[in-house]
């Protein structure tokens, strides 16, 4: 395949019942994240922008698709790499969560050391967190 990654789905279909591509979806995730990591509100990336901060609120849920320049601009304002935003997306699951990882995430949102450990997975960059992965799974 030559290394290209394609889909089964042509581009426009939507790939889970939310009407949203899963790319949109990462993509906007990736945008909140980084946003929170720069201690940013939506409103101040929108102004950044010029945007509402509704319109940031949509491209972070991933109602809305964002061009290819305005990624770059939201990649610009949050210090970022363009390939920041689809770091990791290949390795992202693309089916519902099971009850064992529904219970995991209701465990780690009902502890403080969850809520914790959350926190800062969610602050680390991608390798720091495939370490911190790799290192509760070997204790498991």
């Known amino acids: ?17 939310s009407g949203c591509h899963p790319v949109d979806i990462y993509v906007g995730q990736q945008i909140r994240l980084a946003r929170k990591k720069q201690r940013m509100s939506q409103e101040a990336l929108a102004k950044c922008l010029g945007l509402t901060f509704q319109q940031v609120q949509k491209y972070e ?11 770059f601009e939201i990649a610009t304002a949050l210090h970022r790499s363009v390939s920041y ?5 290949a ?9 064992a990882e529904q ?22 960059m991608p390798q720091v967190r495939k370490a911190v992965i790799g290192l509760l799974e070997s204790t498991g």
């Open 61 to 71: 849920m991933g109602v809305n698709r964002v061009s290819a320049s305005k990624l």
């Open 91 to 99: 390795d992202a699951p693309q089916r519902d969560p099971t009850d």
């Open 85 to 89: 935003f689809f770091e990791g997306f």
């Open 1 to 17: 395949m030559n290394g290209i990654i394609t889909s089964e789905k042509p581009y426009n279909a939507p790939a889970n019942g």
């Open 103 to 124: 219970e995991s995430v209701m465990v780690i949102q009902n502890t403080a050391e969850g809520r914790r450990l959350a926190k800062a997975f969610v602050a680390a």
